[in-house]
Each structure stands twice: as C-alpha cells, then as structure tokens.
C-alpha cells in the first residue's frame, strides 16, 4: 500500500517553558486568495509515579488507593473516605492563595485548587483523584502564536496545518465531502493565515493591532530591501515571536482598559500575577530586558495610524503609560515573567510552532519526575493530562524541560534559565553514586546480559573504570575517545533545535557518528537517543531500500530508549512510536521494486519484496496501534490528532490486507 508519507517533526520534543520558582525545591504554502482585511472579520508533552516527600504533599499506601465516597457504608470505606477527607481538610488550612478567586469558576469546573506550599511557593493540587491519561485541565490560552517560520503553513486560529485540521475534521464528522480546506492569507498583513472563517473571527481580536503594525513592518521592510520578492514566501520581517507575542498582551490590556473605564480587569490581573525575576536576575539579563522592551515600543508605534506628513519608514516609540504601565519596574515584571511562565505551543505530534501562555496552568510546579504533562492534541487547547494515579490532595507536577536529558544538564538548564535547583524524586535519585542513570550511561560491550555502566564525570580524562549493573564486573572507558563524540552529538541536536542543521551536512556527520556512539551507548542515553530521531528526520523521504531500512531502524531503537529515558505514559515516547509505526507502513520502495524485478522475469526476488512489504504492513498496524493506545493516556481522550491519523492508516492498510474491519 502505497500511503501518503507524513514528513517526520523535529527531532527534539517540545520544551514546556512553565514558570521559574526562586526556591530551592521542585518550582513550581501561501494559498492564492486572500481574507479579505477589513475593521471587522470579514466571511471567508519513568516507570514509578512521582512522589513528593517535602512540605506537605504526604500520602500513605492506603491513602494512595482511596476514593472519597459519601455513600458507602463499609467501614473499611468510612475509615479511608475519612483518612481523604481530612487530608483535604489539612490542605485547605494552608494559605490560600490570593489570585484563586481569579480563576474560580475554571478551578471548581476542573476540579483543580490552587495553594502556596511551604517552601515551594505557588502550586496547583487535585481536589480529586485522576487515572493515567484523564484530563486534569483544558483551557484556551490567553496568548498564543506562531513562530515566524510557521506562518505560512499552519493556521494561526487553530495552529492546525490542512493535513492536521483535515484529519481531525474527518475524524470528528465535521468534514463536508465537497469542501476544500485551504489556507487563506491576511489580506492586511499578508503574513497570517487562517484554514477558515471561524479562525480568522476568532483570532481578530488579538490580531486587529498586529495587523496594522505588521504591513507597516512589511512596508518598511520591502522597501529598505528592494530586490526582495513580494510573493508571500518571504515573513522574516514580522519579527521575533516574543516581541509579537508581548504585543498582543499589552494591546489587549490597552482594549480591556477603554471597556473598563480605565481600569485594568480580571484578565490583565491574571497576566500581572505571574511570577517575575527582575529582582534576581543578573545586570546583564537586565539590559537585555531593557533592550526587548525598546523593541516593543518600536513594535508598537507601528499599529498607530500614520499622521500627515510623518515618515513610513521611521517608527516612533510608544509611551507606555498609554497602555496602563505605571513605572519602568512594570514593564520589566512583565517581560522578565512572561518566558520563564510560558509554555511551548506544540503540535498534536509534539512539534515546537511557537509561543502559548496560560497564568493558570504556569502555576503548576515542576518536577523532572511529573505526574502530569501540558500538551495541544488538536490544536488550539491547552490541556493537562495526568500521567499516573494522582489523589485527592496532591500536588500536580508538571515539567519545564526535556526529562530526557542527564542530571546536570537538567539542573543547568532549570538554574539558568527558572532560577532554581530542583529536588525532585529523579534528581535526588541522580545523587545516589550506586545508581546508573540510563539516560546518561555507557554501554557494557561483551556482556552476555547487555548490562551498563555510569558514565565517568566530567573530569574523567583518559582510561576510566566502571561497573556493569547487570554482571557485576569493571569495564573500562576510553573517556579520550567517546567525550568528543558526546560533544558533536550534542551539537547537532542543538543546531537542529535552532533549525541551524543544513540536512547534507547533518547526513554526513550522522553516517559516521551514530555507529561509533552504538558501539558505546544504549539506546536511551543522551545525545544518542535524539540523534536517532533526527537521523530518521533527514532520511525523509527514504529513496531507497537501504535507507529506509535504516530509518525504520533507527526509530525501532528510538522507541525502545524513550520507553526508558521518559516517564511512564509520556506521550513523546508515544509519538516516537507513531512515527516508527508510519515508516514501516511506507512500502512504496519495495512494491516499484517488485514490479521492476518482475518485469525483467526476475519472479523470485519480485515475489521476495512483495512478501517483505507485506511483513512491514502488518508489523505497522501492530506498532501504530500499540500506539495509538499510548496516545490516550499520553495525550488524553480520543489521543489527539495524532492518534486519529493512526487509526485512519490503520483502516486503511487492514482493508487492503484483507483483515475486513478495522480491530
């Protein structure tokens, strides 16, 4: 079967950029039409659950498999009912947190309260036990958009490319057989585009201003670069997303002002809530602060209207006193807060497309252990889903970085970046000398039981010796020889992040680089892990056998290592598993193959590759959909698009080897 071969994402999963605690503890293709632009909208995301033994998240074995019950009559029942409830009632004698009336409605709705923990600052806790892929929370994020290099192939209303939003809109029943989805371009700004009328109306009220602000940008930039092309391709100038993203915050808190009388309401308290690093930040984080914020005036002053005689080209800042900012000190709360309680908008596959926000769901802790995990499954909502067991009264703890990654580079990049040293169950577990970290570890060659050792630390120079956790023996490792090869393959997995990885050159270095980190890691270490995934990515498409046989087996091998170095029922680990699912099921190779063979007489090897395309088409419909059931508890629900997509190949590849229905 010949199926349509959907392009493998990045390589790295979505980094969620929740909010920095100062704590020392767990912290918290441009279609041809055109919309028409007018004033108004015209028709058109371990195998042990994490555990928090601080403060006073405690839980004990009979209380972990407790559910409050106000009818039972057991006494068994009673006495645990009790042992929930008065759990409850000792968290409720914590402070309560002053901005939880703001979200009131949300939070009983979901079940979700918000408290300051001794210790730990802000956190959110469940008012109710959930199950591994229950949904926690869903909310639409005050703020969302687009990176510049997803404009022009991704809605910016639903943030679904055509393929995603056709998929979903199939699935759901919502599809009319003779309508054509199709991206429609902004006819103001020329850089926007919407899959439909509904998206465009209801993403206008964020983009009526940036809509002025980016043709005169557009202006402005086609003229000081004459030789450019106008033909749509071309959306660099629309600037950095964070800029445009604070923009549209402060333009909406300008438009709630002139509602309000002036006065701020609910919605800007929410974003002013959030929790800034002005004060603890360094001097120089402080006038790259600085800097940003001049660019956001300048950004501004383009959506005012031009006044006779003023100069196209020459942008004027803002006052910022115009839009309710009362001091310097403000300002810089909110640009210092805005990226450490922000979150990555991903697609349903776990992409990176941009920026998102929400004060609410940025209240959660973290923990490189989580019991939850902030994911987009079809598009615009943000949701978060439980990925384990978790009691009335516990913590829920989500991640702000890449789990996947070793001890120090974790706590790196938390200090650097949040502020704060984490001391979740993972990284106190890190301390331990005795324990092997399997995502930082090096392979035991000639162990009949495939064992591993830890990897020699950073001063480690020269032959240095280790012990296999599985034989028991010592085994040295020639730290001269593999640190090198650690350092290029974290250097390609960062340069491929940034999209600064040109695919030849990214071809050459992995063709030679990866077997000799084989040969020395597992699976799940770090940078091999990732590097299979991207290896994968820049094979696509495979156009030849061998190629694709390598890509298929560098996604087996990935699969297999995120089941590892993620959490258990992690959706990374499943959409891992999705793509290694699509590769096998791409049989286009073997099937030209087969016919060119049999039209030289050659009825051995044409009978030979057709067997062999068979064998992967049902070894797809196995892993897709294995899958798809690690989507539902991963992504929650239905498993979002991704697993709808699954389940449409799955039918698919079943009807055509003659399996009837799909299982």
């Not at 679904?160 to 057989?177: D, P, V």
């Not at 807060?337 to 929400?358: D, E, W």
């Not at 120090?408 to 704060?420: I, K, N, P, T, V």
């Not at 393959?489 to 050159?505: F, I, P, V």
Request: with cysteine.
């Amino acid at each position: 079967m010949a199926t349509s071969f959907q392009a493998l994402k990045d390589a790295r999963a979505g980094r969620h950029q929740g909010k920095a605690q100062a704590s020392s503890s767990s912290s918290s293709s441009t279609a041809s039409s055109s919309v028409v632009h007018e004033s108004k909208p015209p028709a058109v995301s371990q195998t042990t659950s994490p555990t928090q033994q601080s403060g006073h998240t405690l839980r004990t074995s009979d209380e972990a498999q407790v559910q409050l019950s106000q009818t039972s009559t057991s006494t068994k029942n009673d006495t645990a009912a009790s042992a929930v409830s008065d759990r409850l009632n000792q968290i409720d004698l914590g402070e309560r947190d002053e901005i939880e009336a703001l979200y009131q409605d949300e939070l009983d709705k979901w079940d979700v309260g918000i408290r300051t923990i001794p210790g730990r600052g802000r956190g959110l806790m469940a008012k109710k036990g959930f199950k591994p892929g229950s949904r926690i929370l869903k909310t639409i994020p005050p703020i969302s958009l687009l990176s510049t290099s997803h404009l022009l192939n991704t809605c910016s209303g639903c943030f679904l490319t055509l393929r995603e939003k056709s998929i979903r809109l199939a699935h759901t029943g919502e599809a009319h057989k003779d309508e054509k989805i199709r991206l429609s371009r902004c006819a103001g700004c020329k850089a926007l585009h919407y899959c439909s009328r509904e998206c465009q109306i209801q993403d206008w009220p964020n983009h009526k201003h940036e809509c002025k602000a980016l043709q005169r940008l557009r202006t402005m930039y086609f003229r000081s670069f004459p030789t450019k092309k106008e033909d749509g391709t071309d959306v660099e100038w629309a600037g950095p997303e964070m800029v445009r993203a604070l923009g549209r915050m402060i333009w909406k808190r300008k438009d709630e002002r002139l509602k309000n009388g002036g006065k701020d309401g609910d919605w800007w308290n929410r974003i002013a809530s959030m929790e800034s690093h002005r004060r603890i930040v360094s001097e120089q984080e402080l006038v790259r602060i600085g800097q940003q914020i001049q660019h956001l005036r300048h950004y501004l002053g383009a959506a005012r209207p031009l006044q006779p005689g003023e100069d196209v080209e020459r942008l004027e800042p803002v006052d910022l006193a115009d839009f309710g900012f009362g001091s310097v000190a403000e300002i810089m709360d909110v640009a210092s807060a805005f990226p450490v309680n922000s979150f990555t908008l991903s697609s349903p596959s776990l992409s990176a497309l941009g920026v998102s926000t929400s004060p609410l769901v940025a209240l959660a802790n973290h923990s490189c252990d989580p019991n939850a995990v902030v994911v987009f499954p079809e598009g615009r909502d943000m949701e978060v889903i439980a990925l384990c067991d978790i009691t009335p009264g516990e913590e829920i703890l989500t991640s702000y970085i890449d789990v996947s990654t070793p001890y120090e580079d974790r706590q790196a990049e938390l200090l650097g970046r949040y502020r704060f040293k984490c001391e979740c169950t993972l990284c106190e577990k890190s301390k331990d000398e005795r324990w092997i970290d399997p995502r930082w570890c090096v392979s035991h060659v000639g162990c009949d039981e495939k064992g591993k050792g830890k990897m020699p630390g950073s001063s480690a120079a020269g032959s240095t010796s280790t012990s296999c956790d599985a034989c028991g023996k010592s085994f040295e490792v020639e730290m001269g020889l593999l640190r090198p090869l650690l350092q290029e393959g974290k250097q390609l997995l960062s340069q491929d992040e940034s999209n600064a990885l040109e695919r030849s050159y990214g071809l050459s270095k992995l063709s030679s680089l990866i077997p000799a980190l084989q040969a020395k890691l597992p699976a799940s270490s770090e940078p091999l892990l990732g590097l299979y995934r991207l290896h994968a990515l820049l094979l696509n498409p495979p156009r030849t056998i061998a190629t694709l046989n390598l890509a298929t087996s560098h996604l087996a091998l990935a699969s297999s290592g995120a089941e590892i170095a993620y959490p258990r029922n992690h959706p990374t680990p499943a959409v891992i598993k999705a793509e290694w699912g699509k590769m096998l099921s791409y049989d286009k190779l073997h099937r030209d193959a087969a016919l060119e063979a049999g039209q030289k007489g050659d009825q051995k090897s044409s009978t030979e590759l057709n067997k062999e395309a068979r064998k992967r088409l049902e070894q797809s419909v196995g892993v897709m959909s294995d899958a798809v059931n690690d989507l539902r508890r991963g992504m929650g629900g239905a498993g979002g698009v991704t697993a709808m997509e699954l389940e449409g190949l799955i039918g698919g590849i079943q009807a055509e080897l003659g399996y009837g229905s799909k299982r």
